[in-house]
């Protein structure tokens, strides 16, 4: 990885703090030349989310050596004919993703999504520089236990649908907590999309919140079901993915009924008693109902944001 420390430059960036890590990159809070914020988005030696809970510390701060419990790192999803598998990427892999990032983030402009003004080398190494996005992101809300509204939810579901009719960007693909942010007039802004390589069969995704492991708008669809549910009872729907199974196009029946098994999860009254039935009824319809989309969940959230 390229370390920084504060007050190095970085291009004509100027380093002031570490910021966060992923599994593929690390970020900085930077100050450009006319002494705005931006955040430097910079590739590690390896990746994938295994490489880092296996080779890093777990700390209660952020640092570049170690990961946070505030921080759930993507994995490198591999996909073939016979289903997915996780992997490791290496410098040059992440690189060409990051540098694919910028491309994608370059084409696709909208307030609630994270900007980027360039893509350099440096040490030949690939950089992003994105806008600064001041504010929370809403896992720090969470584990504060700061009141989260599902109005978000509605504007974000919104801001993918508007992007997607656009053609700017067909999916996020690794909508998580950590990847929300929250801002103190209290809009919110996504960060970090999946970085993806259709070409290469290639997408660095969160499983947890992706389970079925999906390169398309229902991964957003489900993520946010994910996150509703973890918001309501504290916990995840899902432990594990059945990488088998998941990704793989030319399933049959014993497919069909692992993955059938594997989306059984508790109701979330049965974690949370004070959960609005209706809210319940989105979280499924999100996480098990293939043909339910962000259209139908803009709806099904304004029917429940007016009868609230």
Request: net charge negative.
């Amino acid at each position: 990885m390229i370390k920084l420390a504060a007050g190095e430059y970085l291009g004509a960036y100027k380093v002031a703090e570490f910021v966060a890590r992923g599994g593929f990159a690390l970020v900085y809070l930077a100050l450009d030349a006319d002494g705005e914020k931006v955040c430097l988005k910079v590739g590690d030696v390896a990746g994938g989310g295994r490489y880092v809970s296996r080779f890093m510390e777990i700390t209660n701060e952020r640092r570049p050596e170690g990961v946070s419990p505030d921080e759930t790192p993507a994995e490198a999803i591999f996909f073939r004919k016979e289903g997915a598998r996780v992997d490791f990427l290496d410098a040059h892999e992440i690189d060409g993703l990051i540098r694919g990032e910028g491309d994608l983030l370059r084409g696709a402009r909208h307030q609630n999504l994270v900007g980027v003004r360039e893509t350099f080398s440096h040490e030949g190494r690939s950089v992003i520089v994105l806008d600064y996005v001041r504010g929370k992101t809403l896992r720090e809300k969470i584990r504060a236990l700061e009141g989260i509204r599902l109005n978000w939810f509605l504007t974000i579901v919104r801001a993918l649908q508007k992007l997607s009719r656009t053609g700017e960007l067909a999916y996020h693909g690794d909508l998580k907590p950590e990847n929300l942010i929250v801002k103190p007039s209290g809009s919110i802004v996504m960060i970090d999309p999946a970085m993806r390589a259709p070409e290469k069969g290639v997408i660095t995704t969160t499983p947890h919140y992706n389970p079925l492991l999906l390169r398309d708008s229902r991964a957003d669809v489900m993520g946010i079901g994910v996150m509703l549910y973890e918001i309501l009872t504290g916990v995840l729907p899902f432990d594990n993915v059945p990488w088998q199974f998941a990704g793989n196009e030319q399933g049959g029946e014993v497919e069909r009924l692992s993955l059938s098994y594997f989306l059984s999860y508790t109701p979330p009254r049965d974690l949370n008693a004070n959960t609005p039935e209706a809210l319940e009824k989105i979280i499924y319809r999100c996480l098990t109902i293939d043909s339910y989309g962000l259209a139908e969940l803009e709806k099904d959230l304004v029917d429940f944001l007016r009868r609230d």
